[in-house]
């Protein structure tokens, strides 16, 4: 079956500027969550949405922000960019609760400039 | 809150040595434990996981046991080769609190 699709891979964006990124689960996966990945601070959570509400959420400003659609698809936007957003961005689906694990996209890298 | 630490990297290693990369965590209640593996390029793939006390989850020559006694999920692997060199991670979920707590990741590299 196919995996978690994130678009785009790769993004270069302006400092000040917003980006979207979308995330595609796996069929069945009701919950999707999102991570940033830095040199620096390693995998960080943004936050959690299951059935199009928001479960859980990270220590992250409110620039960043999220949504799921009834489909389970999910975006997460982040608005007036910094050089400290640059990093590979991961989302994950599970079925419902994670126990039993949660499957990767292969993520976004996004640069600020 | 919940944490994890994992042994510092990186490790380098011969072709066919035994790996152990340590791992031990905080939390509240009973998490579940992950082990996961990423490659240059990509996401997280998913290497094995534990839900209980003295589960041992495996994948692919890799073991590690959930060590309550010891809050400890070392993952090990009788021979190691080239293409095991990957940056592993290892993770905690706890059930009402649905994310994943990551460690800080430890780079191994196989030499042949």
């Known amino acids: 079956k196919a995996g978690v699709t994130q678009t785009p891979r790769y993004l270069i964006k302006t400092r000040g500027q917003q980006v979207t990124l979308s995330c595609s689960p796996i069929s069945g996966h009701r919950s999707v969550s999102w991570y940033q990945q830095t040199p620096g601070q390693g995998l960080q959570f943004l936050f959690e949405y299951f059935s199009e509400t928001q479960r859980n959420k990270g220590n992250f400003p409110g620039r960043f922000s999220g949504r799921q659609f009834s489909n389970s698809r999910s975006e997460m936007n982040v608005s007036t960019l910094e050089l400290g957003d640059s990093a590979l961005y991961l989302c994950?689906?599970?079925?419902?609760?994670?126990?039993?694990?949660?499957?990767f996209g292969s993520g976004t890298r996004l640069t600020v400039v | 809150g919940n944490s994890v630490t994992q042994m510092e990297g990186p490790v380098t290693l011969s072709e066919e040595a035994f790996l152990t990369i340590n791992c031990t965590y905080t939390?509240?209640?009973?998490?579940?434990l992950f082990w996961y593996v990423q490659y240059p390029g990509e996401g997280l793939q998913l290497l094995l996981k534990a839900t209980k006390a003295d589960d041992k989850g495996s994948n692919k020559g890799f073991e590690a046991t959930y060590r309550k006694e010891t809050t400890s999920f070392h993952l090990e692997k009788g021979s190691v080769q080239v293409s095991d060199s990957a940056v592993y991670f290892c993770?905690?979920?706890?059930?009402?609190?649905?994310?994943?707590?990551f460690g800080t990741g430890t780079r191994l590299t196989i030499i042949p």
């Open positions: 939390a509240t209640g009973y998490p579940s």
């Open positions: 993770a905690l979920s706890n059930f009402g609190n649905e994310k994943l707590t």
């Open positions: 994950a689906s599970s079925l419902d609760l994670g126990e039993d694990g949660y499957t």
